[in-house]
Nanobody, 125 residues
């Protein structure tokens, strides 16, 4: 069973910083891409940042220059360093991983997507 667990959310004033972490655990052969998404009330879930196994990154325009995604492949962990936070960054942040778990006996190898439970980030003005 694969599980993603986020931590690091909270309440911060505008201009402040937070660092989110997400640890993947379970029967994992390899983690391909990892990403952070966010969903504000009444809004659709949107991609914030993504990082490949090799370390290539991609960001949504609104966070470029403020957020940094990184990962530690040995620890199956992805981070999101958020600086210069704005009230519009307020949302539930979700970790996502595209990974290949060890197949069950007789099963096939396949890449699957997994989500964390989400962590609330609130930025006050």
């Amino acid at each position: 069973q694969v599980q993603l667990v986020e931590s690091g959310g909270g309440l911060v004033q505008a201009g402040g910083s937070l660092r989110l972490s997400c640890v993947a655990s379970g029967s994992i052969f390899i983690i391909n891409a990892m990403a952070w998404y966010r969903q504000a009330p009444g809004q659709q879930r949107e991609l914030v940042a993504m990082i490949t196994h090799g370390g290539r990154t991609n960001y949504t325009d609104s966070v470029k220059g403020r957020f940094t995604i990184s990962r530690d492949n040995d620890k199956n962990t992805v981070y999101l360093q958020m600086n210069s936070l704005k009230p519009e960054d307020t949302a539930v942040y979700y970790c996502y991983a595209n990974l290949r778990p060890y197949p069950k006996y007789g099963g096939d190898w396949e890449d699957l997507g997994y989500w964390g439970q989400g962590t609330q980030v609130t930025v006050s003005s």
